[in-house]
């Protein structure tokens, strides 16, 4: 990239190929700048210097992250790299917005989680993502530093669809005359854009906004029964068969409970969110 065209820059994203940033992208704000991992490599302290300085933007956005990857890789993703970021940004006066995770929480309750609730990961992918989050609370100003926790995102992503659970089994539905999804696993899905809105409304936020908010859906939904919902939209002769979560993982510890209670004012519901989700894929020719 070729800072000396970069002009004003306001609001830099990294993680640029990744779905939310897609519908940043849709969004059109002026004065942003996207960074895949083409771009940026967050693990080289040296080119996030040089880019913090070239571009000069006032806010950083942490869209990047693989939720599916190994241990070791989870640790650098979610913890170490977007940490290291965090400090970079804040030592020059810029503030960060950090994508957090639900999956923080363990899981046990049966209502919504708020950002009152305690933390207590079970998993992997929970444990590194609040590591990163005490890490930043407790070792940067608040005054720059926005944690955002979301649920389950619901979009269309541009780059790699099929790491989408939910792509893969729209497409093993319609191969198929039965298939087997989780009636356990609880959550409040968001559509991406929705996403995107309210973090550009957070990024342009200063004293206003809490360090650690949710941005969560209005209501709350199985995994299952999400499914079978996405599946009627799209007129699938197919049997969504009810089962634990535990087949499709045993021996792995996992929140079953991933619902969040939004920090922001009539959020949307999860059919609302699941309805932009089959607009987008019918759109794009997927299904239907």
Known sequence: MNLSDSGSVRILVTGGDS?????MKAIGRENCVYLSRRDLDISDEKQVKELLVGLKPAVVINTAGNAQAEPETLEKVYSKYPFRLASLCCER????????????????????????????????????????EENMLDKLDHSLLRIVRIPMVLGLRKVNPERQGIYRLLHLARQ???????????HSPVHG????????????QK??????????????VSF?????????KFFLDVEIIPVKSEEFHPGKPMPLYQALASSFNEPPTWRHAADCFAHDLASAGFYG
Request: charged residues 25%.
């Open 224 to 232: 299952h029964d999400l499914m079978t919902y996405l599946a009627e």
């Open 176 to 186: 198929n005359r039965t298939i087997r999804v989780a009636e356990d696993v609880i």
């Open 93 to 132: 006066g810029v503030r960060f917005v950090f994508l957090s995770s639900g999956r923080v929480f363990s899981g046990d309750k049966n209502t919504p989680y708020s950002t009152e609730d305690r933390p207590g990961p079970v998993d992997p992918y929970g444990y590194f993502i609040r590591s990163a």
């Open 207 to 220: 004293e206003t906004a809490d360090t650690v908010s949710h941005l969560s859906g209005a209501d709350e």
């Open 19 to 23: 779905m939310i940033a897609s519908y």
């Open 193 to 204: 854009r929705m996403v995107a809105e309210k973090l550009f409304r957070i990024a342009c």
